[in-house]
């Protein structure tokens, strides 16, 4: 079975101090890594994903992560943070392959301080 | 190219009433899914489908069906509904097999749903 840890349930960051969301997942095979942005009231959106090719993932919007095997991470990071940026991250894990599912974390909200 | 779309945005049932989320995708996606997302748990996968005329259970599927009769379209049903139902509804969708490794999975806007 795959899952993912998520610690704590809230970052609060000054605007333009860095951002590091972490994330550490668990899975029996080499995994899938993505994390999603849920902005209030609405939908998820796909930030970045691993899929097994370079180690450091650049995203959208400024964002990016680094898969370690050897400590089973995946945080996420910003050098900068914008006011925009306040919202609900989600890391997620899947293994490759056909009918592959996603499994959650339990989410992070990130809040910008002016 | 609306992405994915759901139907209502917002309900409030009484216990024990019935009701159907419609989910509808324009992108010709094989595989579409149904979340529940409430505060602190993440999302959780309710029911899927792999392609039009299939389904299968997630991992929190009791107290919910579903169908796919057609590709573009997968609709939750709850039959009683309970206060537990409660949650935000999140439908999504993915390209499936013999789509890109990583297969991106593309939300619509969500239904909220309270069960009084």
Redesign the interface.
């Known amino acids: 079975a795959q899952s993912v840890t998520q610690l704590g ?1 809230h970052v609060s960051v000054s605007e333009g101090a860095l951002v590091l969301l972490r994330c550490n997942y668990s899975s029996s095979v080499p995994p ?1 890594l ?1 994390w ?1 942005v849920q902005y209030p ?6 930030l970045l ?3 097994s090719a370079a180690t450091l993932v650049k995203g959208i919007n400024g964002f990016e992560a680094e898969f370690k095997k050897s400590e089973t991470s995946f945080h996420l990071t910003k050098p900068s943070a914008h006011m925009s940026d306040a919202a609900e991250y ?1 890391c997620a894990v ?1 293994k ?1 392959g ?5 499994t ?4 992070i909200t990130l809040s910008v301080r002016p | 190219n609306a992405g ?1 779309t759901q139907t209502p945005k917002f309900r409030v049932l009484k216990t024990g009433q019935s009701m159907t989320l419609l989910c509808a995708q324009d992108m010709n996606h094989e595989y579409m ?1 149904w979340y529940r997302q409430d505060p ?6 309710i029911h ?1 489908s ?1 392609g039009e005329g299939t389904t299968a259970k ?1 991992e929190v599927p009791d107290g919910y069906n579903v169908s796919r009769l057609k590709k573009q379209n997968f609709l939750l049903g709850l039959e009683s509904a309970a206060p537990s139902q409660t949650s935000v509804y ?1 439908c ?1 969708s993915s390209y ?2 013999g789509g890109p ?5 593309y ?4 239904t909220r749903l309270t069960v009084l």
Do not use: E
Request: charged share 10%; net charge positive.
């Open positions: 349930s899938y993505f999603y009231n609405q939908g998820l959106q796909l994903k691993y899929t989600f899947s490759p056909a009918n592959s599912k996603l959650f974390g339990k989410g | 994915v899914y602190g748990m993440g999302l959780r996968l899927y792999v997630g999140f999504a499936g097999a490794p990583a297969d991106t999975q939300f619509g806007p969500g």
